[in-house]
Every structure is written in C-alpha cells, then in structure tokens.
DNA sequence: TCAATAATTCTACATTGTAGAATTACCTTA
DNA sequence: TAAGGTAATTCTACAATGTAGAATTATTGA
C-alpha cells in the first residue's frame, strides 16, 4: 500500500524530492519522538511516500540506519588541549552516553560498524583526552575499551530498564574509574 | 497451524506431556543450537505441540525468557572464601561473561529483570570475591557497577560484531580494572 | 452425573521487512 | 526529434512473527 493513490512512477522533478538526507533526517526525528526504532512503513508515512521508494536509496533497513548512525557523531565531545582531563573525559564519556541514551535503538547498529561511527570517534577523542597522562599505549588500549564497553552496557540497562536508572547514575562509577587511572598515572 | 492434525482438544494424560520446564528446556537447547532467540513457531515445533499451547505456561514470550533466564544462575561461578581476590572475580566474571555470550539473544531479557536472574547473582558473588578487600560501601557500588555494566557492555559487543573479539580479550581491561581496585586497597 | 476447569488445536489478524514487476519521467545519442 | 536506456517511484505480494479468541476434548470435584 501507498500514500493514497499517488501517481505512479517516477515523479516530475520540480518538487524537492525525496532524497538520502531527508530519508535519514525523519527517520532522525521519529527515533526521537517514538524513542525507538520507527518501522519502515511509518517511516514512509510520514515522508508521504510509498514504503519501497526508500530501498530506492538503501539497500535495506540495516543499512538506512547506518547511514543515520554516521550523522551522530557531531554530538560526541571535543575535548579541548590543555584542559584537566578529568573534566575533559568526563564530559567526552556524558556526551557519548547521552547520545547512546537518545538513540538507544541504535545501538546494535552502533556496535556493529567498524568504522566512521560515534564509537570510532568517542575512542580517537579519548585518546586525545587522555593525552596528559602519557600512559603506555596498552594501558590506553585497557582503559579505552573498559570504558567504552562500560558506556555501551549503561546505555544498554538504561534501555532495557528505563526509570530504574538515569544519566546521573554515570558519575559513581566514572569517578571510580578516573580515580584508577589517576593512581596510575603516578607509581609510587 | 498445528503440528498435522494432531487431535485437538486436551490430550490424555498418560503421556508426559508438555509443561513449563520442557518448554525452557527446549527452548534453550535452540538458543544455543541456532545462536539467537527461536520463534515460538519454531519451538513449538521442536516440542510437536500448537504455537498456542505456549500460551498456556507463560503469558507472552517475554515471560518466557524471564524463566529461562532464571534458570541459568547455575552458570555463574561461586567464589570460594580464603582464595585470592583477583583469582575469584577473575573467574567470576569470566563465568558471567561466557553466560552472557552464550545466551546473547537474552541480554535485553536479562537486564530487564529486577531480580532473580543472573544478573542479581553476580552482584552477589561479587560482594563475596570482594570482601578481602574491605572497601566502603560506596566503592563497592560502584566497583559493581563499572564491572557489571562493563561486562554487558562487552557481550553486546561480542553479538553485534562476532568475529572481531573473542572471550580473551577480556583479560586486558580486566587486568586494568583489577589494578585499579588493589591501589584502592593501600592508599599510601 | 454434570458442570467447571485444564490443556490443547485452529483460525485469524496486525505488524514487519522485503522481493519483483509495472509505471512514469528524464537523459543521451543517433 | 524519435528512441532506447536509466532513474525514481508505486503496487502487489509474501513470509515470518507474536498473539487474540473461539472451539474442542479430557479431567476433576460436587
């Protein structure tokens, strides 16, 4: 089924048209809205076109959602040089969680990208965050991924049991995170 | 659609017949021979009964998963008093891990659950591995939480990107957090 | 003996993602 | 300028899924 009897075929090109950008921009705002996934047929719905226009510009749902991945990761945190790191990370890790939290549906799609995601960007600007501390590259390889994956699973129990936990729960644990890596900055 | 023509109505009752345990046990035979949640077709399939005799035992399929879940417990390791702490969360969390990578399908079903499950039990075992060490209350919280939330975080990881990590690599963040904790225990 | 209740199958529906074909507009080249 | 190819769209259809509701048959308690 369609959008009411629309005529069929391709349409006259003086309108704006349907395009990648607005797919992914309402698919975008519906996530929000419904916080969740939207199916492909509100998706459409609300765009006022038929379901299979958009394989037209994806090859299939996973791939819509990518690509709507990828126009996240502007709302990662750029830690600044010459900060306090503990303040940097800390507001790289909330900006990556909150954007998790906003997206919770996507985190699957997240987590299986290898590259160009929030994920990739949240580990390079960690590193520059974590700059000062001048730890070797495989205690910043530890702490990373113990850190990312913390994130990943707060996000995921925020998901699955929402009101049992907020975003202010981060702190606790990310303070006795920071504290570990504080310590180990200098050996006694 | 039954499974051909089976007699309809209540069947007699010589026969074991079907009940709650078979259903989970079937049930989890298929999550782990087909790597994800079966279909309820598919299950009552295995068991030569109606989708809808299901119905009878749990009420929708998600209570379904909750028993299943609570029957994995047994899986998470007990952490014996008097052996050395990072041996005993060591193998804790390992335990918990493999659980988790094991049953990934269920995560979401297993976070979702205030108690009883698995995930109650590890925060259990965890106060117990944890005792040698005497921390306050708070830390302790929030030791958990990082640990827990982490290791969820990377059996999400292990389902959406499968082939990219494994079980092992586990043991550097680990590592990292247990570093953490023992500088926590002597404060110079 | 008979009514209630337990355990089951059958039919049906809404929702989802997606394949394949038909339709119409646009663009290039002869 | 006509024709053939390609781009963009709608339509129809299907398979898979969870689940509601009713029909059917056995068991049990009064």
Redesign the interface.
């Known amino acids: 089924m369609a959008v009411k009897g629309k005529r069929r075929g391709r349409p006259v090109s003086s309108q704006p048209g349907l395009s990648a950008e607005r797919i992914i921009e309402q698919a975008h705002q519906l996530l929000l809205s419904e916080a969740r996934v939207p199916s492909l047929r509100s998706l459409a719905a609300q765009l006022q076109v038929d379901v299979m226009a958009l394989y037209h510009y994806f090859p299939n749902k996973a791939a819509l959602l990518e690509a709507l991945c990828c126009t996240l990761v502007s709302g990662v945190y750029q830690p600044e040089a010459g900060q306090d790191w503990r303040q940097e990370l800390t507001r790289l890790s909330r900006s990556y969680l909150q954007l998790l939290a906003d997206h919770s549906g996507l ?2 799609t ?3 990208m ?1 590259s160009a995601g929030p994920a990739q960007v949240f580990g390079e600007r960690f590193e520059q965050a974590l700059a000062p501390l001048a730890l070797d590259s ?2 910043r ?3 990373l ?2 850190l ?7 996000a ?2 925020l ?3 929402p009101g ?1 936990l907020s975003l202010e ?1 981060l702190d ?2 990310l ?3 920071l ?3 504080a ?2 900055r200098a050996p ?1």
């Open positions: 985190l699957q997240l987590l299986s290898t495989e205690q390889q530890q702490a991924c113990l990312v994956d913390y994130l990943h699973g707060f995921l129990a998901h699955a049991a049992a729960d606790g644990p303070g006795f995170y504290d570990g890596l310590l180990r006694s």
